[in-house]
């Protein structure tokens, strides 16, 4: 029986309380095994479909109970992260690029290579796949899909606007958010992210400003060695980046995370959102935003008409405290298998981890053919790898939000924020 704890509202202390507790008030009966697992990216219709996922899994291992913890997302990794250090309590646990590398440099992430050797799922993972989960020479983590960047847009606003499509490159994105921004009406143009991870869009536009010359094999590069963020086209993007937030979004977005902007969006309030494609299920299930009303384009590109896709994914570890690692692998090679796996990236609108399911009619309509148009033209949407994995990007990403914070609120300009990013990641790059 699947046990679901949410931590909402529950302070880092609880946190370690119920990690320090462990699985289970009640003992377990005699060979019977208990696992912790933990989300991060939670949202109430995911965490519907992992716990019926996971009731098939109990129901093929009548001896593993799975108690699923289910923090609010804003707060998850922090909350692991108290709970990984406790040393006690989490057997399974979300790892996302942003979090695999501080995590596993503090030894808190179990190598799942001895756990996944001669797992015959291995030969059903696309490359990407296999890619991400032995890309350092360990196995921290099984991807369970993939995200992309792309463009929400409501349909009626633009056309209303004036306007014979959505925008194309990001001086159109300001242009067309401009002219659907009638806060009158309770109508903006974007959903603006000055929150957590708000940084990542500035970087986005940045990257797509510096297209030509970025190193694809680490996208906070230039070909010549020097950083994204010291280059002159920089300054451009920031222009038109903060210029949507200044002139086309609501003022309350200057500390919208993920879960606000992505309400912004689906309660009809905002006209442009960019977002992952998990995004898609819950547009879907609006109320306030009809099928006929809304759908996605490509990623915006630059000046050069190039745009940057970072590879960005997420999947399952395990602790490496954990008592019941030969059972946690077992769970997670389970949802990494056949219909399990196909039921998560569907029901999440995630690009699939298995050979041949982006094959199916589910990724070839509707708001999947902009992905599908962004995978076929390679030259203009280009994949890049984002440094992720460093052991210093949690503290990156809190320091970028919080200078693009002192931006939006005018204490600090746009050209201070670049030279401290330029000389935070030239000084770090010289370190290693």
Not at 70 to 88: E, V
Not at 96 to 107: A, E, I, M
Not at 202 to 207: F, G, H, M
Request: overall charge negative; hydrophobic content about 40%; glycine content about 8%.
């Amino acid at each position: 029986m699947i046990k679901r704890k949410v931590l909402a509202g529950i302070g880092l202390g609880m946190t370690a309380a119920l990690a320090l507790s462990g699985c289970s008030g009640s003992p377990e009966a005699e060979g019977a095994v208990t696992l912790q697992m933990v989300e991060s990216l939670t949202n109430p219709a995911r965490t519907a479909l992992l716990e019926e996922l996971i009731a098939e899994f109990e129901a093929e291992n009548a001896d593993i109970t799975v108690e699923l913890v289910s923090p609010p997302t804003d707060q998850a990794d922090q909350k692991i992260q108290q709970m990984l250090q406790a040393g006690s309590g989490v057997d399974v646990l979300e790892v996302r690029d942003l979090t695999v590398g501080p995590f596993s440099t503090n030894g808190w992430l179990d190598d799942m290579t001895e756990e996944f050797d001669g797992w015959a799922g291995w030969d059903d993972l696309t490359d990407n796949a296999k890619k991400v989960a032995t890309a350092t020479g360990e196995t921290y983590f099984i991807p369970y899909g993939f995200y992309g960047i792309s463009l929400f847009y409501r349909t009626d606003f633009v056309e209303q606007a004036g306007f014979d499509g959505p925008p194309e490159d990001w001086e159109e994105l300001l242009e067309q958010a401009e002219a659907i921004q009638d806060p009158d009406a309770n109508t903006f143009g974007y959903a603006f992210r000055g929150g957590k991870n708000g940084y990542t869009n500035a970087v986005l536009a940045i990257s797509a400003y510096v297209a030509d010359d970025i190193d694809v094999t680490n996208a906070y590069k230039l070909t010549n060695g020097d950083s994204i963020f010291s280059a002159p086209e920089a300054q451009d993007a920031l222009e038109v980046y903060f210029s949507l937030f200044e002139k086309a979004s609501p003022p309350s977005s200057v500390a919208w995370g993920y879960p606000e902007m992505v309400e912004g969006f689906t309660n009809g309030s905002t006209g442009f959102l960019l977002q992952d494609p998990e995004v898609i299920a819950a547009v879907q299930q609006s109320e306030a935003v009809s099928e006929e009303q809304w759908n996605t384009a490509p990623m915006l590109k630059g000046p050069s008409g190039k745009a940057i896709q970072p590879l960005a994914t997420a999947g399952w570890g395990i602790a490496e405290a954990s008592e019941h690692k030969e059972e946690a692998a077992k769970l997670i090679q389970f949802l990494s298998e056949g219909d399990a796996s196909i039921a998560f990236t569907e029901g999440n609108s995630l690009i699939p981890i298995l050979n041949g399911a982006a094959d199916a009619e589910f990724y070839k309509t509707g708001a999947w053919e902009s992905y599908l148009a962004m995978n076929e033209n390679p030259d203009a949407y280009i994949t890049a790898e984002q440094p992720r994995g460093a052991a210093w990007w949690t503290e990156w990403g809190e320091k970028a939000d919080a200078e693009v914070q002192q931006v939006l609120i005018g204490q600090l300009t746009p050209e201070e924020l670049l030279a401290s990013w330029d000389a935070y990641w030239t000084e770090k790059w010289a370190s290693e």
